[in-house]
């Protein structure tokens, strides 16, 4: 009776003991299922933030495209303006040279009538001249 006494009592023992170790295993087994938990939210979370940092950066990319797009835009609208007043300016000068040019040729073409009427009224007046002298004479 003591020899069972004791059996009983070394395996309640026994029992208290692999109680403890399952209890433990079990408590360790929580810690490593919620380390794993807080490990994949924390996983998640980055990714987020890379996705989000992702989004963010193709998005300033995007802009800068945008906005550099609109600067040549707008470089070479005044490029073509300054253009478009180059040669307006010099059609213009073109014009000036061309009315000048018909000017002087004009006031030529008047010179040289005027000097075609006055040797015309010489010659006239020569030839009265030499008339009127061969009438005195004769």
């Not at 802009?63 to 300016?89: D, I, M, N, P, T």
């Amino acid at each position: 009776s003591i020899l069972l006494a004791n059996r009983i009592r070394l395996l309640r023992t026994e029992e208290e003991r692999t109680r403890k170790k399952i209890a433990d295993t079990e408590r360790k087994t929580k810690e490593v299922t919620e380390l794993r938990r807080r490990s994949e939210e924390r996983r998640l979370a980055q990714e987020r933030e890379l996705a989000r940092r992702e989004a963010e950066e193709a998005e300033l990319r995007a802009r800068q495209v945008q906005e550099r797009a609109e600067r040549q835009r707008q470089l070479h609208e005044g490029q073509r303006s300054v253009l478009e007043q180059r040669a307006g300016q010099s059609q213009q000068v073109r014009q000036e040279r061309e009315a000048h040019l018909q000017a002087i040729e004009e006031q030529r073409q008047m010179d040289a009538a005027i000097a075609a009427a006055k040797a015309e009224r010489v010659r006239a007046m020569a030839a009265a001249a030499g008339r009127s002298r061969a009438r005195s004479e004769g």
